[in-house]
C-alpha cells in the first residue's frame, strides 16, 4: 500500500519564477493538506484540500496556491518565488468523516525541498 | 491562537539511557495532541496520539507520553534509547473535529545518541 508520494523529490528556481509541486495521497484518504517546513523550524499549515475545494488556509500570501483533482492528488503553486520560500514542503493527507481522534490523523510524504537562488 | 513550545533544541543521551522530550501547549481547552518523528530526508512519521481518557499513551519504537492538563504538558517518553531513535521529534496540536489536518507544530528537538 502506497503511502502519500511527492514529486519533484528536490529542486532549485531563481527569486521571482514560479514552481508546482505534486502530491498523491495515500490509498483511501481523500484529504489533502500541505505544509511548509523551514530548516530548523516545525511545520506550518499553508492549507487544505477536500473535494477539490480550499477548506482551510494558514498565514500565508495569496503567492500560495493549491488544486485537488478529481482523484484527489493535489498540487501546490508558488508564484513570484522569494528566498523565504526555500523549504521542505510537505503533503499530508487524511481521510474526511473521521470522528474523534481519527479526524487527526495525519499521513505525511517525505517532501519536495525547493531551494530559491 | 494556539501554540507548542518545545524547550529543548538538542538533546544527546547515551544508548540504553532514558529519554524524556518536553512539550508545552497554549490552548483554551484539551486538544489533539501529537508526537511525530522525522528522520533525515524523511517525512513526519506518528509516534503516538492523545484526546481524551487515559493520560498516559502508549505509542510505536516503545514510546510513552504523558498528557497533565495542570501543567498544559504532553512529554514524550523512552525507558531506554536505542541508537536507531537519533531523529528530529515534533509535538503538535490539533483542534477539534471539523478542523482536521490544521496542525500547530513545536520547532522541534534534534535527538543525538550516543554509542
Known amino acids: 500500500d502506497a503511502g502519500v508520494t511527492q514529486s519533484p523529490t528536490h529542486l532549485i528556481k531563481t527569486r521571482g519564477q514560479q514552481v508546482t509541486l505534486r502530491c498523491s495521497p495515500k490509498?483511501?484518504?481523500?484529504?489533502v493538506s500541505w505544509y511548509q517546513q523551514a530548516l530548523g523550524q516545525g511545520p506550518q499549515f499553508i492549507f487544505q484540500y477536500y473535494e477539490e475545494e480550499e477548506r482551510q488556509r494558514g498565514n500565508f500570501p495569496d503567492r500560495f496556491s493549491g488544486h485537488q483533482f478529481p482523484n484527489y492528488s493535489s498540487e501546490l503553486n508558488v508564484n513570484a518565488l522569494l528566498l523565504g520560500d526555500s523549504a521542505l514542503y510537505l503533503c499530508a493527507s487524511s481521510r474526511a468523516g473521521q470522528v474523534g481522534i481519527g479526524a487527526n490523523v495525519l499521513t505525511f510524504g517525505a517532501g519536495s525541498r525547493l531551494t530559491v537562488l | 491562537a494556539q501554540s507548542v513550545t518545545q524547550p529543548d533544541i538538542h538533546i544527546t543521551v547515551s544508548e540504553g539511557a532514558s529519554l524524556e522530550l518536553r512539550c508545552n501547549y497554549s490552548y483554551g481547552a484539551t486538544p489533539y495532541l501529537f508526537w511525530y518523528v522525522q528522520s533525515p530526508g524523511q517525512g513526519l512519521q506518528l509516534l503516538l496520539k492523545y484526546f481524551s481518557g487515559d493520560t498516559l499513551v502508549q505509542g510505536i519504537k516503545g514510546f510513552e507520553a504523558e498528557f497533565k492538563r495542570s501543567q498544559s504538558s504532553f512529554n514524550l517518553r523512552k525507558p531506554s534509547v536505542h541508537w536507531s531513535d537519533a531523529a528530529e521529534y515534533f509535538c503538535a496540536v490539533g483542534l477539534e473535529p471539523g478542523t482536521a489536518s490544521k496542525l500547530t507544530f513545536g520547532t522541534g528537538t534534534r535527538l543525538q545518541v550516543m554509542l
Open positions: 490509498s483511501g484518504h481523500d484529504t
